[in-house]
């Protein structure tokens, strides 16, 4: 090649490391606002076929189980399986924070994300508020996810979130234990339970107990070598 041809094929395939970053950071954020308005339907078309999500040491597989977690398990009791938004529920998910890396092929792709959630039920709308939850409260968690392209369109295979800290409004995360406890039992066993639990070794004590989320992302002055010693 020239050095023009040279040049030229560099910015093209940057150009295209970009636009596959921005959809996939489309694609973590529309989650966000399909979670938000109990979508389990939406939720699941953004995952491959194969895909799954990781919550409280637990896997839900394929979309019948992503359904099963946002359907069943959060829109369930959240609001009686109607689709958001529900007055007097406050059910909010801010993503932000993204670290975004595509493999050199431009076929699958590492995502970090942060989670910040705002809940709870009005005063007036009482009687639709589960037991087990506290009126308000607040979570936050980070998301360290893969993505596959199929088809020319960016999915997630694998959405790993792990909870930091819960916190009761009126008390404080200081003087909160988690209302969220990690999975014991599988489906169908458990009805809204996951498929399959994640290895004992694995197992995730939710807050006040904190996990650690390696970082699948090189350092930007030590690279990989930073993130291979972070990973183990």
Known sequence: MSDTESRLAALE?????????AAIRRLHWAYGYYIDFNRPDE??????????????????VGHAGVKRLY???????????RPGPVNGLLL?????????????????????FHGILLGGWHDDFQDTKEEF???????????ENDYVKVDGVWKIQRLDYMMQWQGDYENGWAHTTAHLQPAAKTFPE????????LPPEQHRETW?????????????????????????
Do not use: N
């Open 43 to 60: 939720v699941a078309e953004l995952f491959s076929e194969d895909g799954c999500v990781v919550f409280l040491s637990g896997e839900y």
């Open 133 to 143: 939850m506290p009126q308000q409260f607040m979570e936050a968690g980070i998301y």
């Open 190 to 197: 458990d009805p809204l339970g996951p498929d399959r639990l």
């Open 92 to 112: 909010d998910h801010f993503q932000m924070q993204d670290i975004i890396t595509v493999a050199p092929d431009g076929k699958t792709a590492k995502g970090r």
């Open 208 to 232: 006040p107990y904190r996990q650690d989320v390696p970082m699948h992302f090189a350092h930007p002055k030590f690279g990989i070598a930073f993130a291979d010693s972070v990973k183990g």
């Open 71 to 81: 359907g069943d398990w959060i829109a369930g009791r959240f609001t009686g399986g």
């Open 13 to 21: 395939k940057r150009v295209t490391e970009l636009e596959d970053m």
